[in-house]
């Protein structure tokens, strides 16, 4: 899944070219490694090629950076407008039933860092066992009381390492995230999922039918150039409802399934969390680009061409990139959006 903005990592990440199109936490970009990380056969676990679904607008991007790694794209499907994550899922398995009607899918958003491969392919295994019949979703065990994501509760154990959902939770205050810590078997929701096409798309009749019908009639109506590109037709997509896949059909369904794990997995959503991700200095500093700091601790200093000298100054963000900058206090992170220009 390529269609996310990112816009709390401005002025990097934009509305041209959002934070999967960029180097955060890693050494190639986000989408690049989101590719890369699970290829060929794992010990009886076989990936194919991967599927993009990306907004159309990002086309040249998208294949240009894919190519640049070698990657070989199954199908690149481009969406006219963003319409969440539930039509992005419905795509998902359509398309997956016409490469392959036995295949599994495993979708995952292309902005996430996951450091632990190995971990992830334990975890798809474990998840396999239940997956012909399940929804599978991937919690990751909490570290912190933290406010910033979804829960998922699980129930009782459907196989090993993979348990019935019980409840999807809402992001909680602080005093409810340190009772879900205390009380255990809560997870934090990854927003990737494993699913077999054909359950996937029945659990949509709960509640978002109109949802998988109208993404299957705009990808019926695709006009497809070379071999992967299929172009959905733009007046039927952009019927298709808003709604993102855990209200649509996870919050809905009985069959949703968690696989906790622990895959050093990060959203980066965020500045200051892109500062605790980063290897830092002696004084805390993390620094990417050309920087002069004198007497400067716990910052996070950015600079995309730019030289940056700081002086004095300490839990600071300073990022400059294009025509833009921004400087911030780290505990102010989550405040970007209130300054981005309207052009994002």
């Known amino acids: 899944m390529s269609g996310g903005s990112g816009t709390r990592l401005w002025p990097v990440s934009t509305t041209l070219q959002p934070k999967q199109f960029h180097s955060l936490g890693a050494q190639r970009t986000m989408i690049e490694e989101t590719a890369l990380r699970l ?3 794992h010990d009886g676990l076989v990936f194919l090629d991967p599927v993009v679904i990306a907004g159309v607008s990002h086309r040249d991007l998208v294949l240009e950076l894919l190519s640049r790694s070698g990657v070989k794209l199954a199908a690149l499907v481009l969406e006219p407008e963003g319409r969440n994550t539930a039509a992005t899922a419905a795509l998902a398995a359509i398309v997956a039933q016409e490469i392959d009607p036995e295949a599994y899918v495993l979708l995952m958003p292309a902005d996430h860092l996951v450091a632990d491969r190995a971990a992830l392919v334990d975890a798809v295994r474990a998840a396999s066992a239940v997956v012909s019949d399940r929804i599978v979703t991937f919690g990751i065990r909490p570290t912190a009381p933290e406010t910033g994501y979804g829960y998922i509760q ?46 996937l798309l029945e659990e949509f009749s709960i509640a978002g039918a109109d949802i998988r019908d109208d993404a299957h009639e705009a990808f019926r109506r695709a006009r497809r150039e070379n071999t992967i590109e299929i172009h959905l037709d733009p007046e ?17 369904t009985s069959r949703a399934a968690v696989a906790p794990c622990d895959i050093g997995w ?42 940056i000298s700081a002086i004095g100054v300490s839990d600071l963000i300073v990022v400059a990139s294009g025509n833009s900058v921004l400087i911030m206090p780290r ?10 220009p309207e052009q994002g």
Do not use: C
Not at 175 to 180: I, K
């Open 236 to 252: 039927t997509f952009a019927r298709v409802r808003n709604e993102a896949v855990d209200r649509a059909v996870m919050e809905k």
């Open 154 to 199: 699980q129930g009782e154990a459907l196989a090993d390492g993979v348990h019935r959902v019980t409840a999807f939770k809402e992001k909680p205050a602080l005093d409810v995230a340190d009772q879900y810590l205390r009380e255990g078997g809560y997870s934090w929701n990854s927003g990737m999922f494993f699913f077999a096409p054909k359950v």
């Open 39 to 41: 290829r060929g056969a």
């Open 266 to 307: 990060a959203d980066v959503g965020s500045w200051a969390e892109l500062w605790r991700l980063s290897p830092k200095d002696e004084d805390g500093n993390a620094v990417t680009g050309s920087a002069t700091l004198l007497d400067a601790e716990n910052n996070l200093i950015r600079g995309d061409g730019i030289h």
């Open 331 to 340: 505990s102010r992170a989550q405040d970007v959006k209130k300054v981005i």
